[in-house]
Antibody, heavy 119, light 106 residues
Framework: EVQLLESGGDLVQPGGSLRLSCAAF????????MSWVRQAPGKGLEWVSS????????YYADSVKGRFTIFSDTSKNTLYLQMNSLRAEDTAVYYC????????????WGQGTLVTVSS | DIQMTQSPSTLSASVGDRVTITCRAS??????LAWYQQKPGKAPNILIY???SLESGVPSRFSGSGSGTDFTLTISSLQPDDFATYYC????????FGQGTKLETK
């Protein structure tokens, strides 16, 4: 059974940093692309970043480019999102999600972790 | 960037109704479109992929159609469990979600 378990969400001050983790179970982690998708309170879904199964290719939304870094550790079957220079508008529930194939739709999602950026 | 526009934003319907949600892409995305259902406090769940393919385990009352720029999600006979928010997503060039359609009880 595929499971994605996010952690690391917290309250952080503007300008601060945070690292999210997503532990993956039940599939060959290195064979699938993964993404982070966020949802601000009461708002819709926004794609944040993606990484190929090998970790060699990464992609970012313009809203986070240069501030966020996606990476993975295939030995630990874990996906990460390093978030720097956080802003109030980064406040959201962050979901990690697995792609069906290299650049396809998202077939499994984690339960989400809440990041709140506020002073 | 590809923009996705869903309509309506809110849809009021009753159990047993046939409902249709539309999604328009700002440029041709072929059939690289997915539909998700999200309930309050929960992660989204995949319903439809490649515009019209039903994900395994999803009830057959859900169907999708379209190609190019115009797509629809149809629920043939609304059930109580279907009241939720629905999102389309293109995966032709990076990933973009529609703004969502909240399906509520009339």
């Amino acid at each position: 059974e595929v499971q994605l378990l996010e952690s690391g969400g917290d309250l952080v001050q503007p300008g601060g940093s945070l690292r999210l983790s997503c532990a993956a179970f039940g599939f060959t982690f290195s064979s699938y692309a993964m993404s982070w998708v966020r949802q601000a309170p009461g708002k819709g879904l926004e794609w944040v970043s993606s990484i190929s199964g090998s970790g060699g290719s990464t992609y970012y939304a313009d809203s986070v480019k240069g501030r966020f870094t996606i990476f993975s550790d295939t030995s630990k079957n874990t996906l990460y999102l390093q978030m720097n220079s956080l802003r109030a508008e980064d406040t959201a529930v962050y979901y990690c999600a697995k792609h069906r194939d290299s650049n396809g739709y998202l077939d499994y999602w984690g339960q989400g972790t809440l990041v709140t950026v506020s002073s | 960037d590809i923009q996705m526009t869903q309509s309506p934003s809110t849809l009021s319907a009753s159990v047993g109704d046939r409902v249709t949600i539309t999604c328009r892409a700002s440029q041709n995305i072929s059939t690289r479109l997915a539909w998700y259902q999200q309930k309050p406090g929960k992660a989204p769940n995949i319903l439809i992929y490649k515009a019209s393919s039903l994900e395994s385990g999803v009830p057959s009352r859900f169907s999708g159609s379209g190609s190019g720029t115009d797509f629809t999600l149809t629920i043939s006979s609304l059930q109580p469990d279907d009241f939720a928010t629905y999102y389309c997503q293109q995966y032709n060039s990076y990933y973009t979600f529609g703004q969502g359609t909240k399906l509520e009880t009339k």
